[in-house]
């Protein structure tokens, strides 16, 4: 009967215990808030970049391409569904011997049927000065024949982590047979 005994007043002490250390165990984290200055960043900043993007699709070493299409792409008359990879120099003028600053890489593509928007998703790599090794990433729509468009700035590296801001580009010259293009692009980044 002594044994029973212990065994229940075991049962009522230890199980009770060890139940509620499991519940009340903290889980492991995930996540965790952390200051800005534990990160190095200093004082939030706006910076203005003006550069030209030259956008060749024709020639012999063209700096966009087109990687993919749907079946009713060639009877569009927006080109909708092309979807074009980029590569394209960035420059400090508009000269096709400008200075270059830097890259525009990534993918644009035409998403709509009914006028020439493109949908950009670019990355602004940057090789020059106090810039060099650090990016913008763009996204936004491009109505391609608006005077003036504006796409979301949406995120950065090197000196432009935690980048937020906006980005205006207005066509400085197009030829309408070849489709190549010199965009002039103010850039207005929030960043540390």
Do not use: C
């Amino acid at each position: 009967m002594a044994m029973a005994t212990s065994k229940t007043l075991f049962s009522i002490f230890f199980i009770p215990l060890l139940f509620s250390t499991l519940v009340t165990a903290k889980d492991p984290r995930f996540d965790r808030s952390l200051s800005p200055k534990s990160l190095g960043l200093r004082k939030e900043k706006l910076s203005h970049l003006h550069f030209y993007f030259h956008d060749i699709l024709s020639g012999q070493n063209p700096t966009a391409v087109r990687v993919a299409q749907a079946a009713m792409t060639a009877t569009s008359p927006t080109l909708f569904g092309a979807v074009m990879m980029a590569d394209d120099p960035l420059t400090v003028g508009p000269e096709p011997n400008s200075k270059v600053i830097g890259k525009a890489q990534g993918i644009y593509a035409s998403a709509s049927q009914n006028d020439l928007g493109l949908l950009m998703v670019l990355n602004f790599a940057f090789m020059e000065g106090k810039y060099n090794g650090s990016t913008v990433s763009l996204l936004g729509r491009n109505a391609v024949f608006s005077g003036v468009r504006e796409m979301s700035i949406v995120g950065g590296s090197g000196v432009f982590r935690f980048a937020r801001g906006y980005a205006q580009a207005k066509t400085f010259w197009l030829n309408t047979t070849s489709g190549d293009a010199i965009v002039e692009y103010n850039v207005y980044v929030l960043h540390y």
